[in-house]
């Protein structure tokens, strides 16, 4: 198994042990990983944890510029409409249209990290 692989497995063991208050430290923590673990883990998070998932999505739209609020976890009108105008920019509008949950939208996420 590849280093990647193995960092992700266990970031995705510890998320499964822990609450939405740790969303902050295990985004961190996230941020620390190999970009391809990262990548392996975002692509497949929504199936792994929803509400860690938007948080991730938040964040790192924000650090983009495209989400303006404090990421919370929960999918609202300003995470929708972020999660559109990166879609948008990065031309990919058509791939994001079933909606920020979708895999496609995780797929074209994970590109960016």
């Known amino acids: 198994m590849a280093d990647a692989d193995v960092s992700g497995q266990r970031f ?13 430290r295990l985004y961190g923590e996230l941020r620390q990983l190999p970009s391809a673990a990262q990548e392996s883990i ?3 998070l929504a199936d ?35 999660a559109n105008a990166f879609c948008r920019a990065r031309g990919t509008a058509y ?11 995780a797929e074209i996420l994970s590109r960016v990290f």
């Open 42 to 44: 975002v692509s497949g």
């Open 48 to 82: 792994e944890n929803d509400r860690f998932y938007v948080f991730v999505m938040q964040s790192r739209l924000g650090e983009l510029g495209y989400f303006k609020n404090q990421p919370a976890g929960r999918l609202d009108a300003a995470t929708i409409r972020a």
């Open 12 to 24: 995705l063991n510890r998320l499964s042990m822990t609450g939405d208050r740790a969303f902050k």
């Open 95 to 105: 791939f994001c249209s079933h909606g920020p949950m979708s895999g496609q939208m």
